[in-house]
Every structure is written in structure tokens, then in C-alpha cells.
């Protein structure tokens, strides 16, 4: 998500939450499938909110330069992920999903802090 929405500031969206939330879920599920593993780690934040999404980055970093079975770790990520996203696009009542409309979805589900 951060790397689609950096790519919607480069292409001239405001730097806000808005822009984000207004970013289709296919967008993101499309940039999943389309960039190969240093390209998500070019689109990485260099600064994190937290200590938890700082170890999240780090391991998918490790995970990157990993070979044998670790590697493969990485690949069956992008492959949940791919399908996780792509399940919630198709099934959604919403025409056109957004990041923010999963947001709010998980939310109403108690699946947020």
C-alpha cells in the first residue's frame, strides 16, 4: 500500500490520509503481482510509526536476500497476499473498492486495534 500511494503522489495526489484511503484495492493488488521483491523493498518507508512495523520491514528485507526454503517464504507471501486481495475485490458489494473501505470494513469487524 505505502508504494501505490507514493506512486499517487508522484503522479500528483496530495500527500493525506484521503489519498490512501481513496486508493483502489486494485491498484494494490495489481502492484503485488506486477514488482518483484526489491522493487517493494524501494518502496519500503525509510521512517516507522513503531517498533512492530519496523521488525515487519526488516524481516521482509532478510526474507529477500534469504536462499533455500526462506526464500520461498517470500514468494507464498505474495501469493496469499495476491489472492487475499483479489478475493476482496471480486467479492465486495462495492464497485470499486478502496483501501479506506477495507479500513472501514475491518474496523466494523473488530479486526483493528
Sequence with gaps: MHATAADALTAG????????HATPLSAVA????????????????NLFSDDAEKKAVAAFRLLAYQSGPASRWLV?????????LITLVDRSRT????CGGL?????????LP
Excluded at 37 to 43: S, T, W
Excluded at 76 to 84: D, F, N
Excluded at 95 to 98: E, G, I, K, Q, Y
Excluded at 103 to 111: C, E, F, I, M, V
Design 13 to 20: 495526489r496530495p500527500a493525506s490520509i484521503e489519498t490512501l
Design 30 to 45: 495489481q502492484a503485488v503481482v506486477s514488482k518483484r521483491d526489491y522493487e517493494f523493498l524501494a518502496g519500503a518507508p
Design 76 to 84: 507464498y507471501l505474495g501469493s496469499q497476499l495476491h489472492s487475499a
Design 95 to 98: 464497485p470499486s473498492l478502496t
Design 103 to 111: 479500513h472501514q470494513w475491518a474496523s466494523q469487524a473488530g479486526l
